[in-house]
Each structure stands twice: as C-alpha cells, then as structure tokens.
C-alpha cells in the first residue's frame, strides 16, 4: 500500500453550499484536515486546520468577519491564511505565523476547492445551471461519507445495473434483461448510455405525468463521467417514440472527493424539470434518495472496500463483465491524466 | 509477529447446525472471509464471501434454491462456487467468474468445514453420538467469538483448577486441594484427568439425582483434547466407590476454530443423560453456561491475550505449574503436526 | 516514530490515596500495566498487572491481607511480588513465580511511583504540605486521562494566557492585553509569572472575600514546573498594592504521567485558605474545574495530539510566540536531564 497520488491542478467539491456558515466545520480533504466557513463578506474560506502556533484545530474558534481566531491562544487568521492579530502581551506577530489556506470557488450551490500549485482556472469549474435557475428547476441535495476509496463511487455509478439488486423498489424484476447499455468516451470524457425502450412506467416519473401518465415509456439514462471524480447523470422518460426532450427529466450532479486513500466525501444534487413547487415530493425525493445513499450503496461500497483490504482492483484481478466497461475506461482515463501530471 | 501457520487437511467447526438457514452468514475462517447457508436441497454450503466479479459481500445476497445471487450485479453461484447465471444484458458468464467453495460436513448438529488441499476425509470427523440420540440425551448449545488466540481456549478446558476462582459457583472452596490431577497421551489424543473422591455433591448433580441424592460423590472429570483445536469432556459423579457409568453423566463437545491470528470462534454442545425431558432445566443451563463463557472464561482470555500482545506464549516464559502438563502436551503435539505438514 | 525515553530514577504520581482501596484497579503507567490497591495494613501496593503463570490480569483478582490473588488459578502473591500461595493441588511454588513490584510512597494525598533501577529516594518527593493540613487548607481533586503526549499538559499549564480562550469564564475579554508575563529557571526548576495589577476582581476571589470584596485586585499567578511533569500553581489576588500573602490564596497540584507515549494521566488538586468550612462551594469547585478539564484542555490537548500525528512537537516546526518561552525552558530542562541519564 503506498500513498494514492490524486490528479492535480483541478477542482474537486468541498462541500455544499448550504453547509457552510459563520461556524466553521472540520473536513479532511485529499489527506489534509481543512477548517472551512462562510466569512461576514459571504465568502467561502479554507484554512488548513492545524494552527502554526500550536497545532490546535482551527475549525473549534471563532469566526471574525472574516477572520478565524484560534481557539487555544488567540492567534487570528484571515481569509488568506495570514496570521493579522495575537492578542497577548504586547501582540508581536512572528513573521511565519501562516495558515495554509486553499482556494474555493462557489457555483451552483457547490462549493469547490482548487488542488495543485498553478493558478486556479475557475473556467475548469464544472457548471450545473439546472440548479441556479429556480423558475425552470427544481432541486435537493445530501452529503454521505463513504469508508471506501473514491473510484468505486464512479464504479458504482457509471454501471447502473446494481439497481436492480441494490435498490429493488427503484426498478423491476428483469429489467437489466431489457437495457441496451454502451458506452462511447467524448475526449477526456467517459459516457455510459443505458435505453430501456417501452418499459413500464415507474413511479417517480408516472407521478410527474400526474393524470396523464403514459402505462409504457421510453426510459432513457445517461451518465457523464469526468475527471477526477464528477459525475452527472440525466434520467428521462418520453412516450414510446418521443425525443427526450418532451418528458419529464431529472439532472444530476454525483460528486466525489477523496478524504484519505480508503475513504471519501460523497455530495450529490438533484434537480427535475417537473413538479417545481410540491415541496412535499421534494422532501420524500430528498429523503429517500439519501437513504438509498447511507442505507444500499454506501453500505454495499464499504463492504468491498474491506474485502479489498487496501489493495487496488487492477491487483485483485476482477472478473469483468460488459457493463464494466465505462468504469474501466474512467479509470484508466484518470490513470493517464495523473501519469501525465507525474512526468511532467 | 508472523502469521500463524494452520494445521491443513483437518476439520475445523464451522458453526453449529442450528445457526444456517437460507439467509447467509458471514464468518471469517483461518483468515478467510465466508459465506454460510442451508441451501433448499437442506445442503450447508459455504462460498468466500468475495464477489469475483467486484469483490461485493455475497452473504448479503440472496439464495435460490442451493444458489446464491450476488447483491450488487446479481451473479449467481451454486454450491460449488461456478457462475450460473449473469442476469445483465445478454447474460454472457466470463469463465473466470468463480466463487472460492468450501467442502462442509454436518454431522450431530455440528458444521465443520474441512481445510486443506487434501481431498475431504470424512473418517477424520469427530462423532458426537449424545446429540444425535434424543432417546438417551437432551443437549444444550451456545457460540461466542473470543479476542484472544484459539490455543488459549483449549489451555483453559485441559486445566480445569480455575473453576475454583473464575467460577466459584460451580467449585466450593479448597476443591484444588482436593483433586488429584493427572494427564496421559493416547496417541494423538491428550487426556487430562481430574478426580475428587467422596466430594460434597455439586447442585446439578444434586438435581440429577433428584430425592434420592447423596449428599457426598465420587467426582471424575475427563478432558480429551484433539488436534486442532477438539475437545470433548465427560463429566460425572457416582456414589462413593461405583464404575463411573452408574451416576447421572454429561457429556461436551468444545470446538474451537481461528477466525484470525487473535481471535476465535467458540462452539459448546452440552449433552446429559438424565432429566431428558425437563425443558426449563435446559433452558437454565444453557443460559447460565453461555453466560459463564461470555462474562467469565470469555473475558478472562481476552485479558490474558492483551497482556501477551499479539506474542506466543513460549516466547513470555510462562511460569508453569504441574497442572499446565495437559495444556503443554496439546500444544506440543499440535505444532509437531504442524511442523511435519510445513515439512512435507 | 521511536519509543520515548522518560526521565528515570524520580517519581511519578500513580494514583490520589481516595482511589486506592482493596479492590484493585489497572493504569498503564509509563507503558506498563499496572495493578494497584491499598492491603490490610493500609499501605497502597502496585504489581505488574500480567500474572507469571499464564499473564491473567492480577487486578482482577482478590485481595487477602496485603496480598493479590490471581483470578484465573489462584496464585498469591505479596506485596513484594513473591508468590506466597499455589492453592492447587500439592501446592508446589516455582521459584521464577515473581510479579514484578514497584516502590511506591504515599504523600499528601498523592500515590507516588519511584520508576528506575537505583534505590527509591524518599527525599526527592514533592511535598505540599496544603493538602495535609485541614485546619488552615481545604482541597479538592479529580482526575482524567488524556489522549495526548504528557509533555502537552506542562505546555498548557506554563502559558495560562490560554484562559481567555479556552476558559472564558475564567478570565475577562482582552486581560490578556493587560498581563504582564515573565519567566525565569530557579535551578532546575522553571517558573512562570503572570501579573495583572489593578484588575477587576474575578467570581472566585469576590467569593473569597465575600461582602468586603474590593472591586479590583492585584492578580498574581505563579506556575512552577518541575522535572519529569511536576507542576505547582499558586494564584492570588491582594488589594491593589499589598503584599501578595494578605490576600485570599489557592495552591494546587497539576501531576501528569505518561501512559503510553501519546497518552497520560492528569491528576490535579487544588487547595484553598478560605471559606474552609464550606462544603457547597467545595463541591461546584471541583465540579466546574473537573468539568474545565474533560471539556476544554483535555479535548483540546487531544486534538492538538491528532494534529501531531505521533510526531515530536519540534519536529512540526511550531511558529513560537514570547508567551511559550516558558513551556519551551521546560522541555529543554527534562531533555537535557534525560540526556545525562542516557548518556551515564
């Protein structure tokens, strides 16, 4: 087991917007224990956790506009990590008194943080406009820690057969005989498409029809992979022969960042083009997606995980199937974009 | 520390009849993480819980028939661990797709799971005729898991002088004094002996007799160990100065399986020959049994084996006495075995 | 990481006398698994926790007299560690059947253990005469271990300016600006001022002088440390401008001693000579400052320890603020001492 190398020089989700505010929170990030809140200005702000002084945990003190003040003796950092304020004695500042501090950027409701040593290039930020546009759009969100290492979300994703074993009650007996999966990459992105034509309709998407809704549907899913870990998928249905378009949809955003080697931060987003303003399918939609979260996949990725013991897949010699195929390109997509980084 | 070395081409108990049904369990075995069922033919079989496919736990999975169905893609796998059926798009079955099975055999309410490259020799299966004879005796069992090396149960059962102190409920004071402990090798068998004539009558076998009990017993315990890990104890009290096989008798089955290197699985079967048909007598031995292999055997050995941290015990320098003769012999027998299989 | 080397040939605190009784209890102290309890005689009496025989854990066992008895089979041992008794059988005693002993020495309240291989120096204890002497004194006490270096404690303890933050109801808003602090070595002792003249009188001393209270004092706190991890703090307040005796005054005893390398044992007492007979008050004082303990310098010395990551404090490169010369001038001075006896 040697240490991951994660691709650098990209932006991988912090958190959620909605999570941070005047109180900061404690999240470790590729490895690194990061102190993260919403300063007085409404910005976002990373520090590394660690105060310089004594290594007390930055995330226990007390936001200043903002500043962050440690919680141990008082040293107060500013949003670039600078150490601006010791409120002992005679208040001498040592020159290296610095907290580490990351660069964030805010869209969409996610929280990103930059990770590598060039200058953060905000036009790499992966954009979600279905859930920055209320009047068309209607979305939740949730978050889980997941005890397994990154990729195997993206697995996990990127074959969605599992949902017939997994989650049973989101789809029916039989019905992986009746898909039509491939998979194509686009560039450095890796597509899986999964058509299901005049399947029965299921309740999710028989609920937007409302009164209308069609016995038999076009039932179309497709998730776009990119590096290093983020993942949207949009799920349609159309009468039988219809373009997508004209059904119901469901965007989703899939968001994975490493927290150390074997475990990682799972943030998801989802918005729908249908029922905007039920606010009570909006809880049970957020509710039960979050359950099949913490209650199926997150359980089902932790237990390979262990039976993994630390090891990677490539060194346990998987047994492949077809549907393997678009995580197995994602993966070694990823592999040759951090070869590159490393030889470079 | 090393890994320990097993012995090979033996049986080691696997679980007690009793505790396999058609929802799979899953125990860890000499380091191997396994599967257990009763599959619809009344099979046990036994299956590494691996997934080969994406290393998914199968006893989370569900059987058909003698089958089991991966929970994550739905792999099936019979008993003998080949891929039957892959339920996803055209169904295609990589020839790879193997599950590591295990050769069991039940026999008297015991599951053992023969461990070697060896052909499974069912000659070598320890019998336990009292618990498939419900005519001449009523049995009782119970299971723990115990933190501490599995040569540390059978130490415990070959020296049975620490019931005086470890279960002053089942010993009266001074009893140590009145035992003449003795041990012999049969073979491979080792057999420890412990007798204590004209002894004052314990409360179980007070009961045994019931009215007609003396209040004074010739009292013979015989401990016999067996490689790997067997033991068998036959105890019994008589009127002063009859054969042994006159007075009420019990006879116990104490298996004892690695699950790792420092800890392992504990099987107890408990049969008698008398008060056949007293149900709650049963119940009350069976729980307070269990609960003194739970709160006193069970925590004395994690102790002993935190104290020893992760070392053998040769290596510590044990102090010995004369009644640790029993234990050293089993230990020197096993790991000649063991020696001469490294060897060979 | 290497093993740490402690300072050897001194005293160590084990236990305050109240938690000494018959029924033995087990610290790991310096690494080593300790069984300590009070004999008949009433001395208080410390054996190596791991039996010689088969390494049960001693303090499970019962006392007789001033001796322990194994739990597991019955093995006596005295308060020097021989054993006196093998209850089994014709009772035969091996000559290597020896627990280890340590010399321990009750002073003031505090159970002290000599640790090193020359002969227990008697003369070398650390005395507070505070805690034996009822009519002028009246102390509370308590205890908690800490999952953090030993060495982090005198840390805390020598630069008190943490108060403010840490404590906020134990200091005022900016008295940190308002503090004078110095520090200066005695010998081998090292000792840390801090001096706030003319400040507003604090809940604890206002209650000291109870209706005559001045509204402002002079405010001296004294930290003495004292190689391995001995620490005395005495803290009072006059009116402005007396002699630091005239006023209400508290002394106590911070004592740490390494359980392992990254984890220690704090005992604390704190004496005061006023409002002696005062009950009530005694008991909110040692419930808000046991309180301070477990819920402010313990979790945050345990974070700080989290921080480290098991590396050395000097090796992390800490940015040093005037206020840490203190703490510093103590590590030098245990080192150096550690050094000398390494070295001879």
Known sequence: MTAPVYMTNTWYAAALSDELTATPILRTLLGEPIALYRGASGNVIALHDRCPHRFAPLHKGQVFGDDLRCPYHGLRFNALGACVDNPIGEGKIPKAACAKSYTLAERDGIVWMWWGDQPADESQLRRWPEF???????????????????????????????????????????????????????????????????????????????????????????????????????IGVTRPGQAPEEGPRSYQAHLVTPETAHTCHYFWKWGRDFKLDDHDFSKKLQASLQLAFENEDGPMIEAQSEHMQGQRQEALNPVLLPTDSASLRARRVLQQLIDKQVAS
């Open 132 to 234: 920055a546009d209320p009047e068309r759009y209607t979305s939740v969100e949730g978050y889980i820690r997941v005890k397994g290492e990154y990729q195997l979300i993206a697995d996990n994703l990127l074959d969605l057969s599992h949902a017939e074993f997994l989650h049973p009650y989101l789809a029916t007996e039989g019905f992986n005989r009746r898909t039509q999966y491939s998979m194509e990459q686009q560039g450095e992105l890796v597509v899986a498409r999964n058509w299901r034509p005049n399947e029965p309709i299921s309740g999710l998407f028989a609920f937007a029809y409302g009164d209308d809704a069609p016995s038999h549907v076009d039932h179309l899913s497709i998730v776009k992979w990119q590096a290093p870990s983020t993942l949207r998928l949009e």
